[in-house]
């Protein structure tokens, strides 16, 4: 009683190695998939740390920019209120360096 099924192939079938042949492929493209996945969780982890690293990288350079514009706008005032102070004080002293300056062309002849 040998009789066989015909779903069940032997080996001397060679549709048996081919269903093989293809169970081996389909075996490893479920590996490649699942090291994929690994590799893809991975990366979606590195970037969710990179992006919690650009987040206080942006938060520095804001509050730097922050930080120089009103360095900024007080320089500005300052040298402003400088330049009310002493201005006056400058004109006269330019004054007096051109009518020096005038007196000394007229004298010399």
Do not use: Y
Not at 37 to 58: N, P, S
């Amino acid at each position: 009683m040998n009789a066989q099924r015909p779903s069940q192939a032997t080996k001397d079938n060679p549709t048996h190695a081919l269903n093989e042949q293809i169970m081996q492929s389909l075996m490893e493209i479920q590996r490649e998939l699942s090291s994929v996945t690994t590799k893809t969780d991975r990366v979606i982890t590195d970037i969710g740390r990179l992006d919690d690293r650009l987040d206080k990288v942006r938060s520095k350079i804001s509050r730097f920019e922050g930080v120089a514009f009103g360095a900024g706008i007080v320089i500005v005032l300052f040298a402003s209120m400088l330049w009310w102070l002493v201005g006056d004080q400058m004109t006269q002293i330019r004054d007096q360096l051109h009518s020096f300056q005038q007196q000394t062309t007229q004298k010399a002849p």
